[in-house]
């Protein structure tokens, strides 16, 4: 097998890899999941204390 093809096959693998995380994350069924994860940091309450 060329170098060539091999460099090829994983370009189209990781394009496959890549769309697949895409779709993921703008599935509809995901989406509140990801708002509710998305205010997780505005949630917690401020542990520092001043001086």
Do not use: C, H, Q
């Amino acid at each position: 097998m060329d170098f060539n093809v091999i460099r090829g096959v994983l370009t189209l693998v990781f394009l496959i890899f890549f769309l697949g995380v895409i779709v993921y994350a703008w599935s509809k069924k995901n989406k509140a999941r990801f708002d509710e994860a998305a205010m997780l940091p505005l949630n917690e309450p401020n542990e520092r204390k001043n001086g």
